[in-house]
């Protein structure tokens, strides 16, 4: 299974690619609102392109499969998620945009 309970609204789930363990942290208020903070698979919101990876992924094609996974899950689930690298405001929205992939907006 790729996601597991921490505690009550903190789960953690499986974002492999740029490395074979690494994992994303989802808090989930009483609301329903979250947030994910997502590790080096979207570092900043330049890499929310289809083919933009970091240069060292250990498996860049599964890295590419793991930011499709978590960009349409955020879409469609209404997360915020808050890009671990960014340099200004790191917390972005998901949209599709229309073209087949998404595009990340400001929170």
Request: charged share 25%.
């Amino acid at each position: 299974e790729r996601e597991t309970t921490v505690l009550p609204g903190i789960s953690v789930f499986l974002v492999p690619g740029h490395t074979w363990g690494q994992q994303a942290v989802k808090f989930t208020d009483e609301l329903g609102r979250t947030i994910v903070f997502t590790p080096d698979v979207l570092p900043t919101a330049w890499h929310a392109g289809q083919a933009f990876s970091l240069s060292y992924d250990i498996e860049p094609y599964t890295s590419m499969l793991t930011k499709h996974w978590l960009l349409k899950e955020a879409a469609d689930r209404g997360w915020v998620l808050a890009l671990d690298h960014e340099p200004g405001d790191p917390f972005r929205r998901v949209e599709p945009d229309g073209k087949g992939w998404y595009r990340l907006i400001d929170a």
